[in-house]
């Protein structure tokens, strides 16, 4: 229950309030009321006057010194071809140069020009100039440091260090403003970053990588031409001399290319009437025509979007994977055009973040903790499964070896996707925050071998992808509980609990030391909360051992059976809980937690949740979860669910582009919330679609082809012809 609500919320916060965009779970919220509190201490004076002379400024003096932008302050360190080609400039290129917007006391300090007015006109580029502005209030005693984005169309003849030089020489309307205004003013010029079209040459990266896409776009086409020659001109009616002809004369009804090989057995509607040859045995298929068919598109599409779940399934994990999964979406959906400040309301979404229904946004760290949740409890109970039909006995070299490929092939691809392919997917005025990924080219090896959480968040390639080298270092351990628990189940279940516990004190420890995120909570050490608590495994493991304790309730029960009082009081705790955990964190921007206060929320709620959504999990599959259990084992969600993991890692990638293809301030109203938001959770899918039917589905196939199941190894030949006939 505590899952519908939260989910329930978050939609209805989504798609029936005031909102906007944001950046990050909680983890990433450090820093986002530094602007609120500083221009909060402007008095009403000063901001009347700041006002007032941005007025003026742009009035009066804007298209005139931009006029004579190229006679002004010339320096002889200033290229000649930019001094000759800054001497006329088009109107059009004037134009084009990013002017102060309406909202500047609202922090609407991205002032990026038209992008594409610039670049059509050939010989011209645009350019971002990240400026600092020091602008002084409290009577002149402090200074408010305001950061401007500031686009600016260029000559292709004026290099980036021309056209930082002319910055400095040149009096910028939006600083004399600020001079006028106030009677002082301190420029800072920052980086000019000159955005190119395409943003990177075609390097060997690029051409390799293209190759490769290549030759799979192939494989899969030509594995799916084998495929339906199989199904067409080697299967068992044909070759063993049937056809199925209709009742009507002179019609043959034949098998569709998607139709299963026949296993016996005649449809009543038709006439079977055996065509004398003599009898043809099946080919065995050669490795090469198997290899292939591994990467058959139209198999792998028959996979995914199969939607049949097993009687022992567990039906309503697939929707609380799909909504975990939306939650993660909608919170980097909002959070991250904070950080690039790409709002025309900063000071709105500041105020929207202290709302109670925005909280359930901040909050999808949790979303993550559900996901280690349901990774625990599937390995449990499948391995547990497993090894009561085999006393015990598991290959474990190939257990590992099988995680190791489920999750590494996408992985890597996605690397490689980020390094070489995405620079050339989009432009815009920002687009050269975007093109360079450095700890991706220095410390790709990182994410490969699952260590990347052990460093720095500035050395993390993918950052977002911290949650898979958790993942992998809680699957290395997980072997030594699942012995215990299937040998000595009783101190299984105690090592168990003893390790909850300490992961618990361990991350309530290093809260009351470092604090949460600094500017949030009070006495905080900042920069400390990320590299320090929220992505290191010995903080997060707490959810994977309450899944692990799920799933062996669920091979130890598998029909549990509770009175109905139980239930009712089962389903009020976990929904009541669930919702104190997530909506309790409001009460921080009130009321300054002390260290100690934060030290027990944050090692407790993690637990705390993922008991929540255990409870959903064992009343859903013991029959008591009512019309939750429908919804969430509606199979829609199945073929939607096997996207989860590459909807993950892709998904990121999309969100920043919408933002850094994006030529104006996003406003932070329901309708553009809501577009960027369904456009972000489509398009993710889509993506994920793609490199689920190219790289996930047939590296799985290859695993099978290559280390074939001990139950293919005993079928002898006799038996692979008879199940085919």
């Known amino acids: 229950m505590a899952v519908v609500l939260s989910v329930l919320l978050l939609f209805c916060f989504c798609f029936g309030f005031h909102v906007d965009d944001v950046t990050g779970t909680s983890g990433h919220t450090a820093g986002v009321f530094s602007w609120y509190n500083k221009f909060s201490m402007m008095n009403i004076d000063e ?29 002889s360190t200033v290229s000649p071809g930019c001094i000759k080609d800054t001497a006329n400039f088009p109107i059009q290129a004037l134009d084009a140069f990013g002017k102060p917007r309406s909202g500047i006391l609202r922090e609407n300090f991205a002032w990026l020009g038209n992008f594409h007015e610039c670049t059509s006109l050939g010989t011209y580029q645009h350019c971002v100039a990240d400026m600092q502005i020091n602008a002084p209030m409290n009577n002149g005693t402090t200074n408010l440091t305001v950061p401007i984005s500031w686009g600016i169309c260029m000559p292709k003849s004026c290099s980036e260090d021309d056209i930082e030089i002319l910055i400095k020489q040149v009096d910028v309307p939006f600083f004399h403003l600020i001079r006028k205004s106030t009677g002082r003013s301190d420029k800072t ?143 980097h959906s909002l959070l991250y055009p904070l950080n690039e400040r790409m709002y025309d309301d900063t000071i709105e979404v500041y ?77 815009g005025p920002l687009w050269y925050r975007y093109i360079d990924h450095p700890s991706c080219e220095k410390y790709w090896w990182r994410n490969l071998l699952y260590i990347s959480n052990f460093f720095p968040k500035s050395e993390m390639c993918m950052d977002w992808s911290w949650y898979l080298p958790n993942d992998m270092q809680f699957f290395i351990i997980s072997p030594f509980i699942l012995i215990l628990l299937h040998k000595v189940p009783k101190v299984g279940a105690g090592l168990l609990a003893t390790l909850t516990a300490i992961s618990i004190l361990i991350k309530a420890s290093l809260t009351a030391k470092y604090g949460m995120a600094s500017n949030i909570f009070g006495g905080g050490v900042a920069g400390a909360y990320w590299d320090k608590i929220y992505d290191k495994p010995w903080t997060r493991i707490s959810p994977y051992f309450v899944g692990m304790a799920v799933g062996f309730i669920m091979v130890r ?136 039917l190219a790289i996930e589905f047939p590296f799985a196939n290859l695993e099978k082809l290559l280390i074939p199941s001990n139950v293919e190894k005993k079928k002898s030949e006799k038996e692979r012809n008879k199940e085919q006939a």
């Open 47 to 75: 901001l009347n006057g700041l006002e007032t002379g941005i007025r003026n400024a742009i009035k009066d003096n804007l298209m005139s010194e931009l006029m004579s932008f190229p006679e002004t302050g010339i320096v």
């Open 189 to 331: 010029p920052g980086v000019v970053h000159c955005n190119q079209i395409p943003a990177k040459s075609y390097d060997a990266g690029f051409i390799c990588v293209v190759t490769l896409s290549s030759i799979l776009g192939f494989l899969m086409l030509l594995g799916a031409a084998v495929d339906v020659y199989i199904r067409w001109f080697e299967s068992p009616q044909n070759i063993n001399g049937y056809q199925t002809v209709d009742s009507s004369p002179g019609t043959v009804d034949t098998k569709s290319e998607r139709t299963p090989l026949l296993k016996g057995g005649t449809p009543n509607d038709s006439v079977h009437v055996e065509v004398q040859r003599h009898h043809q045995t099946p080919k065995k298929q050669g490795f090469l025509t198997r290899f292939l068919l591994c990467f058959a598109v139209n198999r792998s599409l028959d996979k995914l979007l199969n939607a049949k779940q097993g009687d022992k399934s567990v039906g309503c994990l697939n929707g609380i994977r799909v909504l975990s999964i939306s939650w993660v979406i909608l919170a």
């Open 351 to 427: 105020a929207m973040i202290r709302r109670l229904d925005f909280t359930v946004v901040l909050q999808a760290e949790y979303a993550v903790d559900t996901f280690f949740l349901l990774s625990g409890c599937l390995l449990t109970y499948l391995t547990l499964g497993k090894m009561a039909h085999t006393n015990g006995k598991l290959p474990w070299g190939l257990f590992y070896f099988h995680r190791f490929w489920r999750l590494t092939p996408v992985y890597a691809a996605m690397i490689l996707f980020i390094i070489f392919l995405d620079p050339y997917i989009g432009s």
């Open 557 to 692: 029960r598998p029909h549990l059976r509770m009175r109905p009082n139980v239930v009712l009081c089962g389903w009020v705790l976990a929904s009541a809980v669930g919702l104190v955990v997530i909506y309790v964190f409001n009460n921080a921007f009130y009321r300054d937690w002390s260290l100690a206060e934060q030290g027990i929320y944050n090692g407790l709620a993690s637990f705390t949740w993922a008991s929540c959504v255990g409870w959903v999990i064992l009343a859903c599959k013991n029959g008591y979860g009512g019309w939750i259990n429908t919804f969430l084992s509606w199979n829609f969600w199945v073929p939607v669910g096997r996207l989860t993991y590459t909807v993950y890692l892709v998904h990121p990638i999309i969100v920043r582009n919408i933002i850094f293809s994006n030529s104006n301030p996003f406003s932070f109203t329901m309708i553009p919330i809501s577009t960027r938001f369904t456009g972000g959770i489509v398009l993710s899918h889509m993506v994920a679609f793609v490199f689920a």
